[in-house]
């Protein structure tokens, strides 16, 4: 599940890859982990000049990836265990996308992400990286 | 005959555009004082004036900020104070002025200070003040500006613009005062 995280805190945009009906616990479960994370997400900030965090908190089998654009915003991955390369490039890819949404004027910063093509990129992104 | 419509592609499929485009002085003078113009429009004080001044360079900032970095193509964020304060003296002035601020220090009373001193703030070039506006300075636009970037970094601060003309320059300060949470955190990154 891939996350994006507003300085308030708040979710701009949310991607998990397979929905199916037993997976509604999983999922709370999943945004439980990544808010738990910021924490852990917020101490590194200072501790680096990079922006790819790599991994920042484990959960059982499943591991949180972090990565800070240059004005705070969060992108966080939860997975079992990818790559580190493949994570980083998405990460990379998915931080273009978001400067070019973010750099209308008329973008609301604090406000989630709804463009359907912006959606669709970071789709591809993740079946580029991922598979 | 059937019509041909061109779809014109979306911003996220077009490449970020890498800033090497310019805007005629005039053209953007002209539209400064417009906003000047028309923000004066329901203040009723020269603070409230540079206010609104600020607040509009506000959303600039934050959106320099990420992409005046993406272009360095470092993928480097600044953590300490002064190294990102010198990204704003050289590589945003260059990015929006065509070159650096001519210089930063520090307030010698006072660790938290710090000011950017611009000889000739393109803003103002064509902007003269009447007496009666006492010491506005619309420079307080780019003091938003800065405030914007900093902030987003996560260097709360208060930014404002001062003149301090000397002979036939129009020299302008920007003071930039960071909170105690920014001086405490530093003080623990070099500790």
């Known amino acids: ?131 | 005959t059937t019509l041909q419509t061109r779809t014109k592609p979306n911003i996220v499929d077009r490449p970020v555009p890498r800033g090497k485009s310019e805007v005629g002085l005039s053209a953007f003078c002209f539209l400064f004082s417009s906003m000047v113009q028309y923000l004066q429009t329901g203040v009723n004080s020269i603070s409230d004036l540079e206010g609104k001044l600020s607040e509009a360079g506000y959303g600039i900032g934050v959106r320099m900020l990420e992409i005046v970095i993406y272009r360095d193509r470092s993928c480097k964020r600044e953590i300490r104070v002064v190294p990102m304060l010198s990204l704003v003296k050289e590589t945003l002035w260059k990015s929006m002025f065509g070159k650096a601020a001519d210089s930063l220090e520090r307030a010698s009373d006072k660790d938290s200070e710090y000011m950017i001193h611009d000889r000739e703030p393109l803003v103002n070039t064509y902007i003269s003040v009447p007496k009666d506006f006492g010491n506005l300075n619309c420079a307080s636009f780019v003091a938003g500006i800065i405030h914007g970037v900093l902030d987003s970094a996560d260097f709360p601060c208060h930014v404002s613009a001062h003149s301090n003309p000397m002979g036939s320059e129009a020299r302008t300060t920007y003071l930039v005062k960071f909170t105690e949470e920014v001086m405490e955190r530093e003080r623990r990154m070099t500790g």
């Open chain 1, 1 to 131: 599940s891939f996350y994006i995280v507003g300085k308030k805190d708040n979710p701009l945009y949310e991607y998990t890859p397979s929905q199916k009906k037993e997976d509604l616990n999983l999922l709370q479960q999943n945004q439980f982990f990544v808010h738990a994370a910021l924490d852990m997400v917020d101490e590194e900030i200072w501790k680096t000049n990079s922006m790819y965090l790599k991994t920042v908190d484990k959960f059982n089998d499943k591991v949180i990836s972090a990565y800070v654009t240059a004005s705070h915003i969060r992108f966080m991955l939860l997975h079992e265990g990818k790559s580190e390369e493949s994570v980083k490039s998405f990460f990379l890819e998915v931080h273009e996308l978001y400067i070019k949404i973010m750099t209308n004027p008329l973008c609301d910063l604090d406000a989630p992400i709804v463009s359907p093509a912006f959606d669709t990129k970071v789709r591809a992104a993740a079946r580029k990286y991922f598979q």
